[in-house]
T-cell receptor, first 113, second 111 residues
Framework: DADVTQTPRNRITKTGKRIMLECSQT?????MYWYRQDPGLGLQLIYY???????NKGEISDGYSVSRQAQAKFSLSLESAIPNQTALYFC????????????FGPGTRLTVL | SQKIEQNSEALNIQEGKTATLTCNYT??????LQWYRQDPGRGPVFLLL?????KEKRKERLKVTFDTTLKQSLFHITASQPADSATYLC??????????FGAGTTVTVRA
């Protein structure tokens, strides 16, 4: 089984809808991250969490919110989706003792019409 | 402003040759730098980490150098193979442990 899983893998939705992307990990890592990737751009950090009680905004948090339900689960919500949120979304984990090597999930391709 | 720049052009090379990718940065003071590989439609996979006090790191056919004076890292794939075709991302890690990624360089190795 994959160490970092994301659901759904693909989602098409309409402007104004609320969307939740979920991430689960079995690596036992304390740190979790959400990124978005657009063609020709690097991965941009949306939110990150260094433990269950710690949530921090990244470079592009506007329009997004997150919830760290447990050490193994970190979900990303788009409260009211808009077309420029169409992108590939990745969840990642890292171990604070491991040089912050990041382990990525398979990604969620989100299309907002 | 902070910026990370990787080779702007995609790299096309013949099998067996060495691919050299660059990662230049401005207005960062990275504690260390990482390189990842990303295949189409998949998440990045970690390859190598090099610290600010290290000049060079090797892993099998991969070699990374890090010059904090030039603010540059070079990533080499020696004896390249078609299976090395992918996009390669550099990422800077600063003291707050967040990663900042470059846009990546796409490498295609021709048989």
């Amino acid at each position: 089984d994959a160490d970092v899983t994301q659901t759904p893998r693909n989602r098409i939705t309409k402007t104004g809808k609320r969307i939740m992307l979920e991430c689960s990990q079995t690596k036992g890592h304390d740190r979790m991250y959400w990124y978005r990737q657009d063609p020709g751009l690097g991965l941009q950090l949306i939110y990150y969490s260094f433990d269950v009680k710690d949530i921090n905004k990244g470079e592009i948090s506007d329009g997004y919110s997150v919830s760290r339900q447990a050490q193994a689960k970190f979900s990303l919500s788009l409260e009211s989706a808009i077309p420029n949120q169409t992108a590939l979304y990745f969840c990642a984990t890292s171990d604070s003792q491991g040089g912050d090597t990041q382990y990525f999930g398979p990604g969620t391709r989100l299309t907002v019409l | 402003s902070q910026k990370i720049e990787q080779n702007s052009e995609a790299l096309n090379i013949q099998e067996g040759k060495t691919a050299t990718l660059t990662c230049n940065y401005t207005n960062y003071s990275p504690a260390y730098l990482q390189w990842y590989r990303q295949d189409p439609g998949r998440g990045p996979v970690f390859l190598l980490l090099i610290r600010e006090n290290e000049k060079e790191k090797r892993k099998e056919r991969l070699k990374v150098t890090f010059d904090t004076t030039l603010k540059q890292s070079l990533f080499h794939i020696t004896a390249s193979q078609p299976a090395d075709s992918a996009t390669y991302l550099c990422a800077l890690v600063q003291s707050d442990y967040k990663l900042s990624f470059g846009a990546g360089t796409t490498v295609t190795v021709r048989a």
